[in-house]
Every structure is written in structure tokens, then in C-alpha cells.
């Protein structure tokens, strides 16, 4: 399955300069939802033995990989928002994210009742560069009292250095396809 | 299944005021996954002869349905991104959305690249009240010069006329939980 999607990331991925691989027309935007449960089995495969109880993602591009990781784990999943939505309950956890992407500084909040110290969280995201947004989704879990089981993450971009520090930390950081550097419109994979 | 719908929502939904029904607790902010599949296995079963090419949502609370619905007709999806994304290619569809709920304005885009003249696109969304962001998503696909093949909706609210506006204009519209009504804190759906 690994092999498969760095092969689609190789093949329709679009490289922009030297850090950014952009998966827009099967992840990001447009969505093959087959490539999305194929990685959903390995991602269940990786945390069978690990009693979650809850997917917890960010809006928006972590919300179809989720949907199909939590519909396999048998759970639900929580997807924290950005910004000040409105009609969002008035007792929420929120942390700040600094996205270096974007070089914007968002929060994001989830509902107390949705997480509790009961739940064993697995953590899923599209990307992880830096490890802004992961940093506030295991904040939010912190908050509730709950315990971070792992991330789940489709690419990491692992010269950016934040998988290996959320490693270094304790955490089960688990990436389909780990992004050792882009170089030269080429892409090579740990 | 549409009963099974209609019964969760009267038990797990928050209702406010004569017009909002909340479903942050299995929809809209917690999903529950099983449910969703069952929602998308009943959309399929109502759109399963009309050769759909692509579904097509927004963020972000559709992304989870048309995730499960565009798996079970074996086609991509695509959300329309509300704000001022970067990282979105430039040539994109662009529409107006006017939300009730939240008294703004904002714009929602497609990339071209995604949707086509050759396209049969089911538009997906979690609620359809006035009908303001159905109407951009149709915009787009018109832009597109595809064809809208029809909407689905989890729960329509009746009451604010949106769905059966859409109706008129010949456009097959298929909403799962129907509210004629809420007042005094009760639910009737048609």
C-alpha cells in the first residue's frame, strides 16, 4: 500500500520549489476516496493492538481520512475547527497553531463533550511538515485529560523535522510516506 | 434508514430557537462513521442510475458524507474551499455565498483542473436551509459546463423554502431527514 501512494505521490504530486509537494488532485481537493480506504486499512493496521477510542483530526483536508480511519476502527472521530464558527458550543479546548505554510497564526477548538479522560486518541492528519497543527490537536487531547495513542499521518516531510520530534518525545508517529527531501523537482522517500 | 436518521436526530439533536437544529454530536463536529456509510448507502441507491462522473461538497462539514458517497459510486470528490486559500491553483471557479446562519458572505473555489464539460456531478452537502451554498456549488458546476445531476442532503430544512426553490427549477433534489418544523422545542419532519 506504501508503495502505491509514494508512487502516486511521484506521479501526480506537484513539486513547488524545494519544500512543497502539493497532492491536491487525489488528497487535498479533489479526493480519491479508494486510495483514502486503502490507506485507512494500513493506518487501522498500525494501531490495531492500541484500544483508541477516538480519531481526532483538523479541518479540512483531515476530515476524509479520518471519516475512513474511524468508520475502521469502529469509533468516532472529532474534527477540531479553525477559526470562530459560530454555533459552536461555548465550553470548547483550544490551542494555537502556527502554520509555517501559510506563515499565519489560527486557533483551533473542540467541544468539551466530545473528548474526556476516558479516551484513548488517535491523532490523523494529511500532512506533517513542522508539526504545527499535530502540536495543537495532542494539546487539545492534553487539555481533556485524554492520552494520545498516536498519529497517523499520510505524508510527512521528514527534513522538516517534526515527526522525529514528537518521536523523540515518546509519541507513535506513524507515516505512510516519509519525504526524506525535495530536491530539484525530484522527491525522494526515507 | 431514513428513520433511523429522523429518530437520531430527535434524540442526539440540539434543537435552538424555531430554526436550528444542532448535530455537532454525530454530524457536524463528532461524526459517527457508521451512520454516514448508511447515509451514503441510501444516496447511492437514489442517484444509482443517473452516471455520476464526480461528487462535489464544501468544507467542511461535507466532506465526511461525500467521502462515504463517492466510495460507494467508485468516483473522485471535490470540496470547494471557502476563504482565501493559498496554495490553490490560480485558475479556479470562483461563487458568492450569502449564509444565513452566520450573516456573512464568503466565497467558495474550485480549481478548473477538477471538474469538466464532461462531468455528471452530484452535489452533497449536511443541510440545505435557503439554499445559499448549493446555489454556489451549482454555480460552479454551471461555470464548469457540467451537468448537475442532482443534490443530496442530509437534512433539509423545509421550512426555509431553499429545497423546493431548487425543485421548481427542475433540479432533483434528494434530502434524507425533511423538518416541516421546530417549535416549542419539538420536531416534525414531512
Known sequence: MVELLKKRIITDGQIIGND???VDSFINHQVDPVL???IALEIKKRFAQD???KVLTIEASGIAIAAFV???LGVPFVFAKKYNAKNLDKSVYESEVFSF???TTYSIRVATNYINENDNVLVVD???AKGGAINGLIDIVNQAGAKVAGCAIVIEKSFQGGGDE???????IESLARVKSI???TIEFL
Open 20 to 22: 512543497i509537494v502539493k
Open 36 to 38: 483514502l480506504r486503502e
Open 51 to 53: 484500544k483508541i477510542t
Open 70 to 72: 474511524a468508520y475502521e
Open 101 to 103: 505554510t501559510k506563515q
Open 126 to 128: 494529511d500532512f506533517l
Open 166 to 172: 514528537f518521536r523523540a518525545k515518546g509519541y507513535k
Open 183 to 185: 530536491e530539484n523537482g
